[in-house]
Each structure stands twice: as C-alpha cells, then as structure tokens.
C-alpha cells in the first residue's frame, strides 16, 4: 500500500521525504501531517542522517496548504486543533538537526510555503507558482508564515505579499530570493540531489553544529550570536571528524567523514 509520505533513503544519508497525495495537490490533511510529523520525528533519530529533501508526488503540486475541503466540516475546536497540528510539523521540518532541502515541483501556497520556508534551501521548478494567499481566504498564515518570511525577505516585502495574497511565478520568487536556484521540472530532483550530494559529504557533526548556530543565533544580538557560535564550534572539537579533516588536508586527499 502506498504511503500518504514516502521516505526514501539514497546514498551518503540523503533522506528523500515525499508528500503523496497528488490527487488532492498533496493537500495537508490531517492523515498526512500526522504521517509527516512522525516521519520527522523518526528521522530526527537517525545519527547517520545528513541531509533532507522535502517534495510533493506529481508535476503539479508541491503542496497547495490545507485541505480546505476536509476543514470545511470541521467544528471551531477541531480547526484549532488542527492549525497547531500544522505550526508544530512545520516547526519539527525546521527543528531536523541536519540541513533540509525544499524541491518545490509545483505549486506552492498557503501552508504549503510555509513548508518550504521551515527548510534551510529551497529550490523549484521553473513552472512553479506560490505565495502566501491567507489573507484572500479571510484568514492569515497560520503556519509561521508570518514569522519566517521576513526574515527571508525583509518585513516591508513581507507585507506587501501577504496583504495582497500575491501568488509569485518561480522567476519572480527568485528574484526575491524565496528560492535560490529554479530549474526545468524533469531536472528538478537531479539537481536537489547533487545539492544535497554536495552537502552530505562534509561532516556530519559540523553540519549540524552550523545549522544550530545560524538557527538559534539569526535572532539574537551580534553578542549573543557569537557566544553561540562559539559554543556549537566547541562541540566540533573532540569529534574524529575534524582531526579526519586536518589529516586528509596534510596528505592533499578527500576527507572520509563518519559522524564521530
């Protein structure tokens, strides 16, 4: 039987996690976020993990947010319920300690950016659209959106699209620098893959201590960051990985990373 989120895992501890519901625009329903969030949770736990690739099923979803026809019958308390279902699997793809890649194969609105912007890069397809389209629905973005894209592209941007519930082509959401890099559908997994190739070979530990710094330090004083920084840096120093680095660096070869 087909799961509603597929996770596959590739060579050098890439995890591939897809959200499959194609039929309904890989909506997040209530089945699927409990699915994601225990998938998150599972991988979370996995030492040799190092890095993530988030994706919808299909050419023409990434994920269209909420499944507003399963929310149209839902009581007051159970809408409730279900929004913070939605914030806290977000908040588990943001929390993942290693780096997480967004391929964003089609479109992308409402809580289905808000999912890519919990990931640390997002790439998509050239023929994708999102935006954050709330407001238009007479409600705002519930799922961080509100938080986390200023800080992407700055508050005054930030306003300006979630008050108009503009929806972006890909061109246009790169230019904002939403996505870092756009390429043709049938390329788009191939090129997240050599990404998360590119990343997976450096070490694992000092992956994770990096995310952590820029993480819990981009919202701190400069002071505050640094001591982070500083802290997460000593974490790196006991590690046989580093002194794997330096070897490899003296003898001019390619370092053979472990985790340890």
């Not at 919808?56 to 990434?62: R, S, V």
Request: one cysteine or more.
């Amino acid at each position: 039987m087909t799961s509603i989120v597929e996770i596959s895992h590739e060579e050098q501890g890439i995890a591939i996690v897809t959200l499959n519901r194609p039929d309904a625009a890989n909506a997040l329903s209530t089945e699927l976020l409990h699915c994601l969030y225990e998938g998150l949770n599972e991988l979370k736990l996995q030492s040799n993990l190092r890095t993530v690739i988030l994706t919808g099923a299909g050419e023409k979803a990434f994920c269209a947010g909420a499944d507003l026809k399963e929310r149209a019958g839902m009581n007051d308390e159970k809408v409730r319920e279900t929004l913070k279902l939605i914030g806290d699997t977000i908040t588990a793809v943001e929390n993942l300690p290693v780096p997480v890649i967004a391929a964003i194969n089609g479109s992308a609105f409402g809580g289905g950016l808000e999912l890519a912007l919990a990931c640390d890069i997002r790439i998509a397809s050239e023929t994708a659209k999102m935006g954050l389209t709330e407001t238009a629905l007479g409600i705002i973005p519930g799922g961080g959106g509100t938080q986390r894209l200023p800080r992407i592209v700055g508050m005054a941007t930030a306003k300006e699209l979630i008050y108009t519930a503009r929806r972006l082509d890909a061109k246009t959401a790169h230019a904002m620098q939403i996505i870092s890099h756009m390429y043709p559908p049938q390329h788009l997994l191939e090129e997240a893959k050599k990404l998360a190739g590119e990343i997976a070979v450096n070490a694992p530990l000092a992956l994770r201590a990096a995310k952590a710094a820029m993480n819990q330090g981009a919202d701190t004083d400069l002071k505050t960051g640094l001591q982070i920084e500083k802290d997460c840096y000593q974490t790196t120093l006991q590690t046989r990985d580093r002194l794997e680095g330096l070897s490899a660096f003296k003898e001019k070869r390619k370092p053979v990373f472990t985790g340890n």
